[in-house]
């Protein structure tokens, strides 16, 4: 978690990690069991050697079958917001490269991509989501390892 938030050291059921993704062993990722879940919030931005690559070559591949995987600030099958672009100058390209390992990937299945789904059923999204507003840009993408490589 890149922005630590105090409430995560009062939760029981996770295992929070106070070092970057490179440094924590693959042994780790390689124990979680079907229905845990791994929560991917990066630096977005590919980078020779980074987290992102660490992430995307080195853990996702080794995951057991069952693993759900969330990863946030992702916009699918939408780009970035255009704002993040010209006003924000964040230049990031993390859900190009997710696009691109789940392109004729079966090892892996989409569950839920938040921002297809209000931005195409926002009616009814927000019958269930009752602080959603109109300009909202869910960004939360969830997808599950259903083979093992």
Known sequence: ?????????QEKNITLIRKPVEEV???????????????IDSSHIIRPGND?????????????K????HIHD?????????EWLTEKMRFWNEQYLLEAF???NHDYQVLFTANHLVKSHYEEAK???IHLQPNSEPSS???QKINQA
């Open 25 to 39: 062993s693959l042994e780790l990722f390689q124990s979680l069991e079907e229905k845990d879940i791994i929560f």
């Open 52 to 64: 992102l690559l660490h992430i995307f070559f080195e853990i996702l591949p080794i995951l057991k």
């Open 74 to 82: 992702i916009f699918s099958p939408r780009h970035y917001p255009k």
């Open 102 to 104: 789940l392109h004729n």
């Open 66 to 69: 069952g693993v759900i995987i």
């Open 141 to 143: 993408f969830w997808m």
């Open 127 to 129: 019958k269930v989501l």
């Open 1 to 9: 978690e890149p922005f630590e938030m105090p409430f995560l050291n």
